[in-house]
DNA sequence: TTGCTTTCTTAACTTAAGTGAACGAGCTGT
DNA sequence: ACAGCTCGTTCACTTAAGTTAAGAAAGCAA
């Protein structure tokens, strides 16, 4: 596990042994069981969280439904914006399945950047970079009705579809899950033909 | 409006007037006409753009058509994806009014950055503080309905709709200019009664 | 296995968005 | 002032999403 997080750093900063010692003793990492709840809506934390393996996902409670806006697998990391802001959460972070996670209190994120000045370069390469795509991610949703957005999630990301649950992924995509199974068998049904 | 912008500054890091001076010899400030073609889609850049005073967007032409995802007005900062990605640009970014920018080239930036490390951790800053904030927007964005994020944007920028053709806003509000003239002659019937 | 719950799909109906076309208002430049 | 253009709204029509409810399928626990 630690050569994943060593491998996924390497691709921003280059660590020398002292370093990566640093990082090794602060024991980032943690398996949660699938359902485990990582924040609580109207909490605050410091935690950020780094996917090993597994899916965490983030929704919000509106009129007594779940409303799913993200899943974060393999190799990706999120910041929950309360850390940012030092606000409490809109949101809750759950467990989709069993999983490893790097989880990183920001006061220990700072000061390993005192004594690595380093990781703050990282910090704000990573930062730039996921900002940068984020956008992106936010002008095809626009730009895309309900179908298509869920023909481009076959495409960017065909493992999701499977390993989460539909209605998860009915509001993933902006819609309801009756609307999400139409959408299927109308894509089905043009398939055939 | 060098005070602008070092006020900007201020609230994340604190300069010296050496470091005044250096931004300063830069001449960053722009004056853009309206109609200005900043960024032309298929492009690369390496500029950023930082908005004193007007209003710039950013649109995609697909099927022949404009769809503008989003705007930038007083004391936003736009760096483009391509910026991060090195890749030719997938929107075009232009002026919707007269405006006053603060363009900077990312080789420059690097080459403060190099003098003057403080303004490494501004970016850090800046960029999680936007990725948090962009992040919020598609959330609020996805679990909303055309009506209710036309209400929104009626509480958190209600300049934009009046300072932004329709047209615009209807793509920025992720819909056709038809719907969004039916959904406020709506809201004015519920208003009457 | 049985019963319980959660999840997904289907159906019928309502509502609203997409589409294409037409019209009028306002702006621009000559 | 006039012609030409852009822009916003409206209309009629099509299409699809929202909503509610019901039923089938799958997972879970006793």
Do not use: W
Not at 40 to 56: D, H, M, R, W
């Amino acid at each position: 596990m630690q050569n994943i997080l060593f491998d996924f750093i390497a691709k921003y900063i280059t660590l020398n042994e002292e370093e990566k010692d640093a990082l090794t003793s602060l024991s980032l990492f943690h398996s949660v069981k699938k359902g485990t709840v990582l924040l609580e809506a109207g909490q605050k934390t410091k935690n950020s969280f780094f996917v090993l393996k597994g899916c965490i996902r983030t929704f919000y409670i509106q009129d007594g439904e779940e409303k799913t806006t993200a899943f974060y697998t393999e190799l990706d990391a999120l910041t929950p914006p309360c850390v940012i802001t030092q606000t409490p959460s809109d949101y809750t972070i759950s467990c989709v399945e069993d999983s490893i996670l790097s989880i990183s209190h920001s006061d220990m994120e700072a000061e390993i950047n005192r004594q690595f000045p380093k990781f703050d370069i990282m910090c704000k390469m990573l930062s730039e970079e996921l900002l940068a795509k984020e956008r992106i991610d936010f002008d095809t949703f626009k730009t895309s009705s309900p179908e298509q957005r869920y023909l481009n999630l076959l495409q960017t990301r065909p493992d999701l579809i499977q390993r989460v649950p539909q209605h998860q992924l009915a509001s993933f995509l902006g819609i309801q899950p009756p609307s999400l199974s139409r959408l299927r068998a109308r894509l089905l049904e043009k398939d055939k033909s």
